[in-house]
């Protein structure tokens, strides 16, 4: 039995030695000390044994099965040690390679424009106002003396929530907003831009887009301000050497109204690919607030005047930077987007 003992022990060894995972060695105890292992089956068998080799017997088999233990132990922490060497190697950050390049945004073109043209009117005295985009049919149309069957409306047909609420067609609602929030005090003197939306659908209209709206009420404002106001508007944003012209035109809320032309930037008016050959670019709409708004408003038409005008920041932002499709806007593209 002995030499049984020694064989064993051989083949311990032998299995310790080439154990080249934590389970092989795992699987090495359980061959030899599991509870069919070699080694137990030895131990068990002790009691067949004569009185006399039962000592020696024992000795031996407690010897080895210590050894056997310890050499367990030892060859699984060196082989711990490697499992974990080897993934800190295959997981090490190399602090020298370059990091991934984080994407800087930046603000939208139209947000842009839309900044540029605040910040302009800033200067000019004008503080800024808001109004919502979900408005009443009171405050889009009928205050701004669209009423109910004006034919005028058709030019603005838009989502209605129920009859009386609807997706603001234009920001003309936060003129009387306004006033009336400020009624009676003078003088007034705002620009609200937002988001309006119309039921149009092409290459220069959305059914979203964004406008402008200016608005100033004093005792003694003439059409003459209005024309100082936005030429320096337009000199500020388009250049020193515009020129502004004013075609009479017809709004419900305004008396009288006009739509303002600025000398094409591209080429001064000489005529080019920008204005059409016309020389000449329309931004805006304006004109004198209509007496029946500021009446409905708080404000008294005989003591008080005011102009008006508005202007949509697509179109200003496509003629300066020359884009002849307005849905490049709201594409997403980040080809398009990253060149502002
Ligand atoms: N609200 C008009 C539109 O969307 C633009 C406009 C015209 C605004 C004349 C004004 C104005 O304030 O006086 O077509």
Known sequence: MLRELDDIWERAQDAI???????????????????KGELTQILRKMGSLSVEERPLVGQRANELKERFERALADRTAVLREQAISSRLEAEAIDVTLPGY???VGHRHPLNLIRAEIEEIFLGLGFSTAEGPEVELDYYNFEALNLPKDHPARDMQDTFFISDEILLRTHTSPVQVRTLERLAP????????????????DDATHCPMFHQVEGLAVDTD????????????????MFGANTRMRFRPSYFPFTEPSAEVDISCFNCGGEGCRICKDTGWLEILGAGMVHPRVLAVSGYDPEK?????????????????????????????????????
């Open 101 to 103: 390049p984080v994407m």
């Open 185 to 200: 005090d003078l003088p007034v003197k705002v620009i609200a831009a937002g988001k309006v939306y119309r039921r149009d």
């Open 17 to 35: 030695k080439t154990a080249k995972s934590l389970q092989e060695i795992e699987a090495a105890r359980v061959r030899f000390l599991g509870r």
């Open 221 to 236: 404002i003439r059409f003459s301000d209005l024309k100082g106001v936005l030429l320096a508007f337009a000199r500020e």
């Open 304 to 340: 008080c005047r005011g102009f008006a005008f508005g202007m949509g920041i697509e179109r200003i932002a496509m003629l300066k930077y020359g884009i002849r499709d307005m849905r490049l806007f709201f594409d997403n593209d980040l080809r398009f987007l990253s060149q502002f």
